[in-house]
């Protein structure tokens, strides 16, 4: 055997006893007379002690001359260690060595192995397999294997069924690129990666399965951008026989478990907001709440002065931020840039200082006076020693750039605690979305999105109003999850295809296998999707996806480890009939 024990285990009840430890040399030092060397595995640092007195000249000697990373197996006695080490679990003793034996031996690493390392990204994406034995990368990765192990563990109890969907399925059109495989023995067709297994945990309802779920990967071939991966895993689930309100139920369920489990937070009924409100309030669908500044809408007291940016906007928008009346010019113009920024797009930023005294003072001070400006401060919610900030525009583009100002503040004023969580459930979104460009209505979220109970007549006559019987669940400003109540009907989603600008032969082809197993007897379901990768991320208390993937790949969707994508033998194009066109053109 390799080990007797591993490198975090042993304590001073383990002193006098004969051991055999293995794992990587963290580091050595080599005093003359005697050579320490910590010992790393997966569980901790042991010190090992080669001392002249008590080890032989030639261990000694072999002691001094370990390297960085080299893979050893030492023998030897645990003794109590003389000067104490409070910082790891070990630290109160050492293993005097008395037999060596190197198992591998190592180049230099080209980046310190250690929770602070001297490696920037690219280099650690590089050789990330050495990136994994650093203890903050290693302690995300078992978290991670944690919080599957929660969720298996719950839904397995709550008497769902794991059940794996295939990888080499058909192209659909779900919203973002395929990956798309060609196939050797069907000359000139060609599988998908899916994008998520929609229509297959579908099928499992129309098979009778009831309760279904999955962690899957899924994948989409889109420009990566805001912390997104190639290839990506859901905690996948669907459930027959059920209804919104049973769907919200069992997984807040799940996600009240996780918060109870993973980070002992104690949570209570999970707030519901609608989509229009999300909107109205926040200026997005995912909202944080773990901080106020709501928005308050100023036309009404903002308009029909002789301030003409005001007067021909959509929206006059407004948030009141804590202690801001006390920003300095330098520091209220560098907001203004802020949001001037193409990132964000907004053309400039009108303030109002609530001072102490209960006067005000503001950039558009020749326009408004100070019974004008009280009431900006009622409709939002500013107090004395706040700072009001106010947008103005064409509505949705102006609701998004203050949320995102609202988010950029609450940053700077330390609001976003990763050790607070504020659960939300988002609902009543809208079914359908008006493409500007083609004048086409595409689904909010899937072509197999139910409407909500009612409004099925509504598709004829105004689709734009339709709700969709759809949720989001929220965590921090992140969603976390969504899913729908789905059709189970063939005419419902016929006539759903055909808004959506499909033709029944189209519909057909793309879909033909869903819509003839709905002539079977398909229950009624619905179900949802977690990202697991933010999920695992916002729980770790972190924002980066990336560094709760084992093998991630980087910002050009490369993996640089591996050299991924890379060009394949012509003999592989040959066999699968495929020309590669050079033309740059």
Not at 242 to 259: C, K, M, P, S
Request: with cysteine.
């Amino acid at each position: 055997m390799y080990r007797s024990h591993n490198c975090g285990e042993l304590r001073e009840s383990h002193i006098d006893k004969e051991v055999t430890l293995a794992g990587w040399v963290q580091k050595t030092r080599d005093k003359g007379f005697v050579v320490w060397v910590d010992l790393r595995d997966r569980y901790g640092i042991t010190q090992l002690i080669f001392d002249e007195e008590r080890t032989s000249q030639e261990l000694l000697e072999q002691g001094r001359n370990l390297g960085r990373e080299f893979v050893v197996q030492v023998k030897g006695t645990v003794i109590e260690r003389a000067s104490k080490n409070t910082n790891i679990p070990t630290g109160n003793i050492e293993v005097l060595v008395k037999e060596l034996t190197i198992l591998n031996t190592s180049k230099t690493p080209p980046f310190t192995i250690e929770d602070k390392t001297d490696g920037g990204e690219d280099l650690r994406m590089k050789y990330r397999y050495l990136d994994i034995r650093r203890n903050p990368v290693k302690e995300n990765l078992i978290f991670r294997s944690k919080v599957s192990m929660e969720v298996r563990n719950y839904l397995s109890k709550e008497g769902f069924i794991e059940v794996e969907t295939p990888y080499l399925i058909k192209s659909t059109p779900e919203g973002a690129r395929d990956f798309v495989v060609p196939s050797r023995m069907n000359q000139g067709q060609f599988y998908a990666l899916p994008q998520s297994p929609q229509t297959f945990k579908q099928l499992l309802m129309v098979g009778g399965m009831d309760k279904y779920f999955q962690i899957v990967k899924c994948f989409r071939d889109e420009d990566l951008r805001a912390d997104r991966q190639p290839e990506f895993t859901q905690i996948d689930c669907e459930m027959a026989f059920v209804e919104q309100e049973d769907i919200l139920d069992a997984f807040e369920g799940l996600t009240r478990h996780l918060l109870k489990e993973i980070k002992g937070v104690e949570t209570s009924k999970f707030p519901r907001m609608t989509f229009d409100e999300a909107m109205a309030k926040y200026g997005n669908d995912k909202p944080d709440i773990r901080f106020g500044m709501e928005f308050g809408a100023l036309n009404t007291v903002a308009q029909h002065k002789d301030f003409n940016v005001f007067n021909t906007a959509e929206l006059v928008v407004g948030i009141a931020v804590p202690g801001g009346a006390s920003y300095t010019r330098k520091e209220i113009d560098a907001l203004v840039d802020w949001v001037r920024r193409p990132q964000v797009g907004a053309k400039g930023m009108v303030y109002v200082k609530c001072n102490e005294d209960g006067s005000f003072k503001s950039s558009v001070d020749k326009f408004y006076d100070q019974e004008d400006l009280a009431q900006w401060a009622e409709a939002t919610g500013a107090k004395a020693g706040d700072l009001i900030c106010v947008l103005s525009g064409d509505a949705n583009p102006t609701r998004a750039q203050l949320s995102a100002l609202r988010m950029e503040l609450a940053e700077r004023l330390g609001l976003r605690k990763n050790d607070v969580f504020a659960p939300l459930w988002v609902i009543d979104f809208p079914l359908l979305e008006l493409d500007e460009e083609t004048g086409r209505y595409h689904a909010m979220h899937h072509p197999f999105t139910s409407p909500k109970p009612g409004q099925m007549e509504l598709l004829e006559t105004d689709p734009g109003s339709v709700k969709a019987n759809a949720y989001d669940l929220v965590l921090n400003g992140n969603e976390i999850g969504g899913g729908s109540i789905r059709i189970h009907d063939k005419e419902i989603q016929s006539t759903m295809f055909k808004h959506l600008g499909f033709t029944p032969e189209e519909a057909k082809a793309q879909f033909g296998f869903l819509m003839d197993a709905f002539q079977y007897g398909a229950p009624p379901h619905g179900g949802i999707a977690f990202g697991l990768d933010r999920l695992v991320a916002i729980l770790g208390g972190q924002e980066t996806i990336r560094d709760f993937i084992a093998f991630p790949k980087n910002n050009s969707g490369r993996d640089v480890m591996i050299d991924a994508p890379a060009v394949i033998d012509q003999s592989q194009l040959d066999e699968l009939n495929l020309l590669i066109n050079d033309s740059k053109n």
